[in-house]
T-cell receptor
């Protein structure tokens, strides 16, 4: 089982739709979680950190459920510019620091 | 401020050769991480260096090595190249927070 697993996608949605991405992790030592966005042939960029209390940034809401080892990202009122690959990321520290990325889920928002 | 820079941008090598990839972090960032990204996959963690010490290592063979210099720049070395080493190699730097700032990457093709 991969340490971080995401919805395989791809997702094709119309403008204005709400889209949800799901991610599960298997390493209980993972301490912090993030969503990154990667545009085609570009480097990943941090979209938002994920907290157990949930956090919201405009149209984006992220949630962490440690009991279920589950992370989610919700995009409301999707825009054409939201088209990208969304990467779920877990961070584990200790004696061997590691950042583990999921495979990514491709989102295409259509006009 | 300049972002993370990597060189070269593209590289073509043949099997069995050696390659050195270079990365300069954002000014003030003391930590550098290296990732390998194969087409269609998320980045895979190779190494993290902090203050010139290896802080974390992913599941890569000993053919992969890295080091960090006093000015916090870093090199990734890969020996005895295999066709499967063809990928985008990403470098990221971060301040004392976990947020990673990625460079544009070096695209390595092994023939």
């Amino acid at each position: 089982r991969k340490e971080v697993e995401q919805d395989p996608g791809p997702f094709n949605v119309p403008e204005g739709a709400t889209v949800a991405f799901n991610c599960t992790y298997s390493n209980s030592a993972s301490q912090s979680f993030f969503w990154y966005r990667q545009d085609c042939r570009k480097e990943p960029k941090l979209l938002m950190s994920v907290y157990s209390s949930g956090n919201e940034d405009g149209r984006f809401t992220a949630q962490l459920n440690r009991a279920s080892q589950y992370i989610s990202l919700l995009i409301r009122d999707s825009k054409l510019s939201d088209s990208a690959t969304y990467l779920c990321v877990g961070e584990s520290g200790g004696s061997n620091y590691k950042l583990t990325f999921g495979k990514g889920t491709l989102l295409t928002v259509n006009p | 401020d300049a972002g993370v820079t990597q060189s070269p941008t593209h590289l073509i090598k043949t099997r069995g050769q050696h390659v050195t990839l270079r990365c300069s972090p954002i000014s003030g960032h003391k930590s550098v991480s290296w990732y390998q990204q194969v087409l269609g996959q998320g980045p895979q963690f190779i190494f993290q260096y902090y203050e010139k010490e290896e802080r974390g290592r992913g599941n890569f063979p000993d053919r992969f090595s890295a080091r960090q210099f006093p000015n916090y720049s870093s090199e990734l070395n890969v020996n005895a190249l295999l066709l499967g080493d063809s990928a985008l190699y990403l470098c990221a730097s971060n301040p004392d927070s976990p947020q990673q700032y990625f460079g544009p990457g070096t695209r390595l093709t092994v023939t």
